[in-house]
């Protein structure tokens, strides 16, 4: 399995990036995918993610309301919608994918098998 994260770039305080994430060498369906990020120093931590099967998606609180977590199963596809974005928001942002998750690990980024590259984010402020 294969994640591939694209999307990133640099975006002024308040506006918009779409980040994707395309899975390839198996189904998306057969999958639970995360989102991650992490900014300069810092670790890497949950941003939003979903179970296999599940149709709840979790976010990490400093994303609610802002971020969307949506998936096109035809495309193989998981995308991260980003409004409103903060300087802090500031961050290489990971996808991560796991068939085996479960609520209470969903967070943690030692529940995934599967890792993308990264995509930059940087928002000025």
């Known amino acids: 399995v294969q994640l591939q994260a694209s999307g990133g770039g640099l975006v002024q305080a308040g506006g918009s990036l779409r980040l994707s994430c395309t899975v390839s060498?198996?189904?998306?369906?057969?999958?639970?995918v995360g989102w991650f990020r992490q900014a300069p120093g810092k670790e890497r931590v949950f941003v939003g993610g979903?179970?296999?099967?599940?149709?709840?998606?979790l976010y990490a609180d400093s994303v609610k309301g802002r971020f969307t977590i949506s998936r096109d199963n035809a495309k193989n596809t998981v995308y991260l919608q980003m409004n409103s974005l903060k300087s802090e928001d500031t961050a290489v942002y990971y996808c991560?994918?796991?068939?085996?998750?479960?609520?209470?690990?969903?967070?943690?980024?030692?529940?995934?098998?599967?890792w993308g590259q990264g995509t930059e984010v940087t928002v000025s402020s």
């Open positions: 060498g198996r189904t998306l369906s057969s999958y639970g």
């Open positions: 979903f179970k296999r099967n599940s149709g709840s998606i």
């Open positions: 991560a994918a796991s068939a085996t998750l479960i609520t209470s690990t969903i967070h943690s980024m030692h529940a995934y098998h599967y």
